[in-house]
């Protein structure tokens, strides 16, 4: 039950003054600019644009700002502006095949077509602080554009990279990628969904889903709490062009370009009495640069695939409704975070309940010691 507040308007009002000026900090230092955040900051904006639905760097940069650092209230402030903005349409599916690749790794071959990308990574360092990022940058410090690799953006030498399970594909080693049926994708964003759901309605929900949470249930998988502990087939980070049919025109006009994560894990099957063994798969998508986001999605994706694939149910990352409807980290903040709001009338109604109950229990074990003295 909710229950409306009055009053404590000044008191209000003061809060987002002295919240202004928290946010703000020390004014004796300079304040971080948008582009600071969007440059120096790029996986904490990488999230806000991800799980808030929105690829907008300025923006998701603005909210972090806003948020103080604060990545699910920044996420919270994009979907909010989201729902603001009209809606011309819908983009044709992105073709990750064409992605000019910045980060490509597999952990299945060592010696892939077009080769492993190590790209910018924290794989493969220290957990040590660095205190030297503590200082001011010195002057010889050398460009991050000029030192980044540039894997398929060559002209005079294209790099193909075929994926990974397109090369198990060709042994038939793993199940076909699902077929387009040409129907219209649910749209989470404008619909109730009901349960069951379509793999499309899954993939949807999983990719706005909390990064922690679904890092959870996808560790739990490999536990033991969903048998499933898979190979990473490839993780593919880059550019992928965003391309609108406009009906009006009658022909397919280029967006420019988004960057995303793609994950396809390998999971053993022992298959059916109808289909031989063979490898599936775990699928996630995901705006920005986020990897463990990804790769969680995608352990999660495949633990829910157990009915289609004939397998035992008996975990909570199996059971689609629980791991769907809690994932939405704006719904769970907003669910959770409102206990902090007045319910006054309601304790009181509690309150009442609870004193009354006592008097009653007080009143009945006296009667009881009574009876039992006058026996």
């Known amino acids: 039950m909710y229950v409306a507040a009055k009053g404590g308007e000044k008191a209000i009002r003061n809060a987002h003054a002295l919240l202004a000026k928290r946010r703000r900090g020390n004014r004796n230092l300079p304040s971080i600019s948008l582009a600071q955040i969007a440059q120096q900051l790029t996986l904490a904006v990488d999230r806000v644009m991800a799980e808030g639905s929105l690829y907008d760097v300025e923006l998701a940069a603005l909210a972090v700002k806003q948020a103080r650092g604060d990545l699910i209230e920044a ?4 979907r909010a502006f989201r729902t603001t903005l009209p809606r011309f349409g819908y983009a044709k599916a992105l073709d990750t095949a064409e992605m000019l690749v910045r980060r490509r790794v597999s952990a299945t071959y060592k010696d892939l077509p077009g080769g492993q990308l190590l790209g910018p990574t924290f794989d493969y360092t220290h957990r040590l602080l660095d205190t030297s990022l503590g200082v001011a940058d010195p002057a010889n410090e050398v ?8 894997p398929a953006d060559d002209a005079a030498a294209p790099v193909s990279m075929p994926r990974v399970t397109d090369l198990l594909g060709q042994e ?18 404008r619909a109730p969904v009901s349960y069951p759901v379509d793999r ?39 550019d992928v062009e965003v391309i609108f049919e406009a009906p009006e025109l009658g022909f397919e006009v280029s967006l420019g ?3 995303v994560t793609e994950c396809q894990s390998v999971n053993q099957f022992k298959g059916t009495a109808t289909t031989a063994p063979q490898f599936t798969r775990g699928y996630g998508l995901v705006f920005g ?87």
Not at 75 to 78: D, E, G, S, T, V
Not at 143 to 150: I, L, N, R, V
Not at 174 to 186: K, L
């Open 200 to 238: 499309s309605t899954r993939l949807q929900t999983l990719a706005r889903g909390d990064e922690g949470y679904l890092l959870a249930l996808g560790y739990s998988t490999q536990r033991g709490y969903g048998r499933s502990h898979p190979f990473v087939g490839e993780i593919r980070f880059g």
């Open 172 to 189: 038939g080693l793993i199940e076909g990628a699902p077929a387009d049926d040409g129907s219209e994708p649910f749209d989470i964003t």
């Open 143 to 150: 460009d991050d554009q000029a030192s980044e690799a540039k």
């Open 289 to 375: 640069q986020c990897e463990r986001k990804a790769l969680s999605m995608a352990l999660v994706e495949r633990a829910l695939r157990w009915e289609e694939l004939g397998e035992e149910r008996g975990a909570p990352a199996q059971d689609e409704e629980f791991v769907l409807s809690h994932c939405d980290n704006v719904q769970a903040t907003g669910f959770v975070e409102h206990l902090k709001l007045p319910h006054y009338v309601d304790f009181q109604a509690e309150l009442d309940l609870v004193r009354r109950m006592r008097a009653e229990h007080e009143e009945s074990r006296r009667a009881a010691d009574m009876k039992e003295a006058a026996e």
């Open 257 to 259: 370009t988004v960057q």
């Open 75 to 78: 996420i919270f402030l994009i």
